[in-house]
């Protein structure tokens, strides 16, 4: 999916990263052809009555896929936009959409999700790891004591983190919850990169953990805002990105 910016969020159909191309918040300079995967992937579960329940897999080496997520996926469609349904069980259904802004002039990709069905009134909690690099689109990002993890809090919504100079910072708006927990996750295997021989191992850094209310007397769909801010490219409020996705979303 292209920003319109020169940048994109790419991935396949069960969410298992398989290429270093593979990120959900890829951006371009705005000065020069240089590309960065700033956000790679975000790690996805459901706190319910029955415990948590992931929706999200990845592949690690040797060749093991973890957590079993993936196998919660009932249908993928791309159009009008991506968008993933994972059976949750107990007739509930939570309805993933992946949405590029196209209205504003700097890069931003979001997720908002949606629980449906005839128990949707269940109370819930929605959780969410970011796993960032904050490199060169064609390199491989590797654990380092470099990464700065700490975020700079700009709102009651809104987190600004700067993991390299030299690199996009990455903004994110959430009207949830955020949890600071920095984490290594080491050793992604991407199988197209050993495919053809190339360098096909990664670590990505997570800061933390965002979380929202599912279900019950709650009714706002949670929204996480991935994104640069004005010095990257434009400028636009991200409540502003918020309520267009969210009007997408309702037209649906």
Known sequence: MADGLGGYASGSADGIRKRRYHALLIVAAPDDERRFALV????LWVDGPAGAVALSSHRYAPNVVHPDG???LADFATEPWP???FDLGEGLTLVQQLFAPRTTQR???ILQWRLVGPSAAMPMRLRARPMLSGRDFHSLHRQNADFAFAPEKLSEQSWLWRPYSGVPPILMHANGD?????LWFRNFLYTEERARGLDDLEDLASPGEFSWPLGGSDNRDPVLV???PEEWGGYESAGNIVAECQALANSE
């Open 40 to 43: 790679n992937d975000v790690e």
């Open 70 to 72: 993936a196998s919660r």
């Open 83 to 85: 968008s993933w349904r």
């Open 107 to 109: 890069s931003a990709m």
């Open 178 to 182: 955020y949890r600071h927990e920095p």
């Open 226 to 228: 991935l994104t640069v």
